[in-house]
């Protein structure tokens, strides 16, 4: 992962929306025929792909900020009722137009600091009819830009409704939601809160499963706050991703190491947190997995739309070296939402998504934290920095 090729002087060639050739200018000019010539001044790199975000929500959870800052943690306040369950109060009672509103205005946000490729999961619904109604807003979404990748996420939580029958809701997934999800056509993947007090290994396991059999990719939110065997389970099951992994055991690492499946880590998650707790991203790459990182955007413990900002913290948090973190947010974030072969790389053959950063040197991407040096964003050729767009987060 800290193999990245730096072409000084360097253009990209771009045909049909991909990429034709890529090199120094001179030689890419000899191919270009009477092709638009677009200047630019700074450092070109591969869009950005973020591989874990929860962008479809209603209210922001500034009451539980504050229970945090006054000392309350994570599990504390979501049994007083805040955390994913006052999301999921909240999402329940807007309508479609306003959820797709919010969301599209938090997509252009993300646009504007490089992302061209986003996961965006459901999840705030736990209910059939408003978690099919989530991914409907954003398979209205998919085109972009940024492009979307949608991902079903009905085991976020068990609802209040559900807390003292929690198989029912397991049932509930596997019998009603999942076959309608499938229905629908809009998902690309299946996600599971892995978690101790949320769901366990085996009804992961089983939902899991049971996505796999309605055509479905597999995501896993694995070893969080605390260890299951999550990261095992991942790559038991093949999954494209485990995602957290602030509490993977030895046995996790080894068998992400031995497995196709990517290990996305969020630092933004556990920084808001204010957890000490950090993935151990450099012995999951001395050991020979796959790392990115992503935002996991979400109101609720990561509420951060940059992954310039997640490359700074996987450089300063994770030990990350600069170019393991450029590829994090490139390469490695296109393998874990299934499109390695199409994104991430400025390569022939890839789509031409591009982000142009005011920077003399590469470096700088993960050096000047908290500020965006975006200058320019190209999804499959075309020009689409949301220069001067409005971002409002909330109604």
Same mark, same amino acid.
């Given at each position: ?198 769901? =366990? ?67 933004? =998650? ?126």
């Amino acid at each position: 992962m800290a193999d990245l090729e730096v072409i000084d002087g360097g253009a990209v060639l771009v045909r049909d929306g991909l990429v034709e050739a890529v090199g120094r200018y001179r030689e890419v000019k000899d191919q270009a025929d009477d092709a638009e010539v677009i200047e630019i001044d700074g450092v070109l790199f591969p869009g950005f792909v973020d591989a874990h975000t929860h962008a479809v929500f209603g209210m922001a959870r500034l009451d539980d900020y504050e229970r945090r800052a006054r000392g309350m943690d994570y599990k504390a306040i979501a049994a007083e009722g805040g955390g994913i369950l006052s999301s999921v109060r909240d999402q329940r009672s807007r309508s479609a137009d306003e959820l797709r509103d919010l969301t599209s205005r938090r997509l252009h946000h993300l646009l504007a600091h490089g992302t061209t490729t986003v996961e965006v999961k459901s999840g705030y619904g736990l209910d059939t009819a408003t978690e099919l109604g989530a991914l409907a807003v954003i398979g209205s979404l998919t085109a972009g830009p940024p492009a979307v990748v949608p991902t079903f996420l009905g085991a976020h939580e068990v609802p209040l409704e559900y807390r003292s029958r929690r198989e029912d809701y397991v049932r509930l997934v596997i019998d009603e939601m999942l076959p309608a999800v499938a229905e629908q056509g809009i998902a690309r993947f299946c996600d599971v809160f892995c978690e101790p007090g949320v769901f =366990t290994p085996g009804e992961s396991r089983r939902i899991l499963e049971a996505a796999r059999g309605h055509g479905l990719g597999l995501k896993l939110h694995a070893d969080e706050l605390d260890g299951s065997g999550g990261a095992e389970l991942a790559a038991a099951l093949d999954a494209v991703s485990a995602d957290h992994l602030a509490r993977i055991s030895e046995e996790g690492i080894t068998a992400l190491a031995g497995s196709g499946t990517v290990a996305v880590l969020l630092p933004g =998650t556990m920084l808001f947190l204010g957890r000490a707790d950090r993935a151990p991203a450099r012995a999951l790459i001395d050991r020979g997995a796959a790392v990115a990182l992503a935002t996991d955007f979400n109101p609720g413990s990561s509420p951060a739309a940059s992954l310039p900002l997640m490359a700074t913290l996987g450089v300063s948090q994770l030990r990350m070296v600069p170019a393991e973190a450029v590829l994090a947010i490139t390469a490695n974030g296109a393998a874990a939402v299934g499109e390695a072969g199409t994104r991430g790389q400025i390569a022939p053959g890839f789509r031409a998504d591009l982000a142009l950063l005011a920077v003399r040197d590469w470096r700088e991407l993960v050096y000047w934290y908290g500020s965006n040096l975006v200058a320019g964003v190209w999804i499959a050729g075309a020009a689409c920095h949301p220069a001067g767009a409005t971002i409002n987060f909330l109604v």
